[in-house]
């Protein structure tokens, strides 16, 4: 179990504060960086997932071309409910419904 957890946690999560309009930056950042993910979250929140080890600088001046302000950057570590969806590929909800007989 516990390699199972250790191979779940490798992916590399850098998450930004950014403000600005994200319009269209998604669809750019697949193109301008393959094998990354972005994910565009609320209040400015976007976080940036590789599997491999990156430097910010690329990133950030992606970010600021497209006029988007880049205030804050940081490491981040996936949740345990994420380590343990990826894991056995069971959401945490479905697996709460399903015992409480709401499938």
Not at 35 to 49: L, P, Q
């Amino acid at each position: 179990m516990e390699e199972l957890l250790k191979e779940a946690q490798e992916e590399n999560i850098i998450t930004f504060s950014l403000g600005g309009d994200f319009s269209g930056v998604e669809e750019e950042f697949k193109a301008n960086f393959p094998g990354f993910t972005c994910r565009i979250g609320k209040g400015g929140m976007v976080s940036v997932h590789s599997p491999e080890i990156f430097t910010l600088l690329p990133l950030v001046q992606f970010f600021e071309e497209r006029g988007l302000s880049v205030y804050e950057a940081k490491i981040a570590r996936p949740s345990l409910e994420e380590v343990f969806v990826k894991v056995t590929g069971i959401e945490l909800k479905k697996m709460q419904n399903q015992k409480e007989g709401r499938a």
